[in-house]
Each structure stands twice: as structure tokens, then as C-alpha cells.
């Protein structure tokens, strides 16, 4: 199914009111699936400059994604990616050894925004929000600890960012 298709989908979920439908489509269009995702709930209402999904749940157990109620009023290939960054934290909190450091998860789920390694069927984003993601990721990897062995464990991937974004400009 080509994007516009996808995009003409998500939108008619979108507007018969069914948003925690066209999540789950999106998880299984894009192959995204995860048994140990008991589903989606909604969160207050989401604004230009401040779009929040969070996973929750205890280590070991099934997670819960929350996104808000207007998450298909942005753009489609941000809102994909950000549902692609919870489903990280959902493998993260629910497979040994799970990922217990905060800086750790978040540094791991920006990667995978910017590179798509265990998503790669999502659909690219625009350069904007690439740079939004690498500089995310690096406050996460500047949180680790200047010289810190999970700055060390991380340390060719952070060169893969800046590649990526010096390739950007």
C-alpha cells in the first residue's frame, strides 16, 4: 500500500473518531506488532510544540502506549515515528536483560527514529524533524556521563548520527 493510501486510511480512522484504531492499524501496516502491547490510551490533547506519547507499565509486563486524542492531526510520518520510539520502550521494559537506564532507553528509541533498524518499513521523516531527533538523542547520550562505559557502549552509533546529520545540511 503506496502512502497516500496509507495516509487516505488513517485519516478516515481519524475521522469516524476511531484514533486508538488507526495506532493499531499503523502497528500492524508497518509491522510493528508486539504481544506484550496491551493496547493504546488516550492523554491529553497534543499541540504543535508538544507532542507527548509515553509507555507505561512495570518492567516484565505488558505495556501501555499513551497518545493523544488528536495524534493524527500532525504529520503522518512524525506520528508513525513516535509510535515506532514507544514501541522500543515496549521491547526495552518487557525482554531481558531490560534497558534500565532512562538516558539508555531514550538514546536507543531517537536511533531508531533516525535509522529505522527494527522498523525499517516506516516511513521516512522530514530533515527537521531528523536534526529534532539527533538533537534529542544526543541530550540523552550527554545525560550518560561524560566518559561513562554506556557513552562507551554508544559511542559508533553517536558517529553514525553525526554523519547523518552533517549529511543533512
Avoid: C
Wanted: zero cysteines.
Amino acid at each position: 500500500m503506496n502512502y497516500k493510501k496509507v495516509k487516505h486510511k488513517v485519516e478516515s480512522f481519524h475521522n469516524q473518531g476511531k484514533t486508538k484504531e488507526a495506532a493499531h492499524w499503523i502497528l500492524q501496516h508497518f509491522n510493528m506488532q508486539d504481544h506484550y502491547l496491551k493496547g493504546f490510551e488516550f492523554r491529553e490533547k497534543a499541540e504543535p510544540s508538544m507532542i507527548v506519547l509515553t509507555t507505561e507499565g512495570n518492567f516484565g509486563d505488558q505495556q501501555i502506549i499513551r497518545i493523544p486524542e488528536n495524534t493524527f492531526q500532525f504529520p503522518l510520518p512524525l506520528m508513525i515515528s513516535l509510535i515506532a520510539h514507544e514501541m522500543v520502550h515496549v521491547r526495552q521494559k518487557t525482554r531481558q536483560p531490560f534497558v534500565m537506564d532512562k538516558n539508555e532507553r531514550e538514546w536507543q528509541a531517537y536511533y531508531e527514529m533516525l535509522f529505522r533498524n527494527l522498523f525499517p518499513n516506516i516511513p521516512e521523516v522530514s530533515n527537521h524533524y531528523k536534526k529534532s531527533f539527533a538533537q534529542k538523542a544526543f541530550d540523552y547520550y550527554n545525560r550518560m556521563g561524560e566518559g561513562s562505559e554506556l557513552q562507551a557502549k554508544y559511542a559508533e552509533q553517536k558517529k553514525q548520527v553525526e554523519e547523518l546529520i552533517a549529511s543533512l545540511r
